[in-house]
């Protein structure tokens, strides 16, 4: 086979499912090609299957792959063939050999299961506008901090919206993103990815199987994400009981710049203070680090006085873009200019 514009995105697409440990299970972690010219990897959360031209059945190391194909010219051509053991790239005087491995295990490939199911599969719609993966990616910041349990390293998507939570901070937009499905629950591993090649590329299909989400884009590049089929909480009904008993503000959004620049010099252990005081909000912190910090940020319309403390930690990749804010004894309330909503559990 011929390098050629696929192969520029498989060497994308081989960092997201890269990982040494997983690579001697001989399944995951391995870039699996086959001579129907498609080739498949996964890294167990997220997987693709990308039509590349190949014609051979060959297995190599998907970190090797990518560590060594970055260093090629991709505006030259190259030929990819499979020998004694290696895969091999030539161009004149310069190759390239990968040892190829030995697959274990039976591959489910994304085609094949999507052909398998023809009419059974239960067809979805999907939003992939610009703004939307800007909220996937603040659901992901939130998710990816939880607790190792499973069922907080998801991010839940239903009829309502979108909602992700790490036990200490809810993350809730207020806009359907997957249509013709009550609820899908995806690992937020595989989101990060999906979100990725979201930028790029163009949508042409999307399916929900086995509690998978199988995405079609251009180009023959199928993507898969992991899901899950467990009790997750309403954190739609939750923020909406809290809100009810916030008194909201509208901020500057050069505020919520001034909170996170502090933000970013503190120890992610540091209690922040946010003051409401005499019609003023302000901001008060005395580090680990050694230093004090308090600053008026903004006049403000409220009568009643507030001191919330908040760690540092649970305030970095909320409070950036933030244009409301509300206070109560148990949480801060966040809404970002994407439309994100947010409680933080405050420090008693």
Request: hydrophobic letters at 45%; one cysteine or more; glycine letters at 8%.
């Amino acid at each position: 086979m011929k390098w050629n514009e696929a192969m520029s995105m498989l060497i994308k697409l081989s960092g997201m499912v890269a990982d040494e440990k997983l690579e001697k299970t001989g399944m995951f972690g391995v870039l699996h090609f086959f001579d129907d010219g498609y080739v498949w990897g996964s890294n167990g959360f997220f997987e693709f299957e990308l039509y590349c031209g190949s014609d051979f059945n060959a297995a190599v190391s998907a970190s090797k792959f990518y560590d060594v194909m970055r260093v090629l010219d991709p505006k030259l051509t190259y030929d990819i063939v499979v020998d004694d053991g290696y895969l091999v790239v030539n161009r004149e005087d310069e190759q390239v050999k990968l040892n190829l491995i030995q697959a274990d295990g039976v591959v489910t490939r994304v085609t094949s299961l999507i052909e398998s199911f023809g009419s059974e599969m239960r067809g979805v719609e999907i939003d992939w506008s610009s703004d939307v993966l800007k909220v996937l990616k603040r659901e992901e910041k939130v998710a990816s901090s939880g607790s190792s349990a499973v069922e907080y390293r998801v991010i839940c998507f239903d009829r309502r919206g979108i909602f992700a939570t790490d036990r200490v901070r809810i993350a809730c937009y207020f806009a359907p993103f997957i249509f013709g499905e009550e609820r899908v629950l995806l690992s937020v591993s595989g989101v990060k990815y999906l979100v990725q090649v979201a930028e790029d590329e163009q949508l042409e299909a999307a399916w929900v199987v086995r509690d998978k989400l199988y995405v079609k884009f251009s180009r023959g590049l199928y993507v898969g994400v992991l899901g899950y089929d467990i009790d997750y909480p309403d954190l739609g009904e939750i923020l909406s009981g809290y809100k009810q008993k916030i008194e909201v503000i509208s901020v500057d959004i050069s505020v919520a710049d001034e909170i996170n620049k502090v933000i970013k010099i503190l120890d992610p252990s540091d209690v922040v203070y946010l003051v409401v005081d005499k019609g003023w909000l302000e901001l008060r912190v005395n580090s680990s680090r050694g230093f004090e910090l308090s600053k008026r940020l903004q006049e403000v319309r409220m009568d009643v006085c507030y001191e919330v403390g908040v760690l540092a930690k649970d305030l970095d990749d909320v409070i950036e873009g933030v244009i409301e804010l509300g206070f109560s004894d148990h949480v801060i309330y966040c809404r970002s200019v994407e439309g994100v909503e947010y409680l933080i559990a405050t420090i008693s």
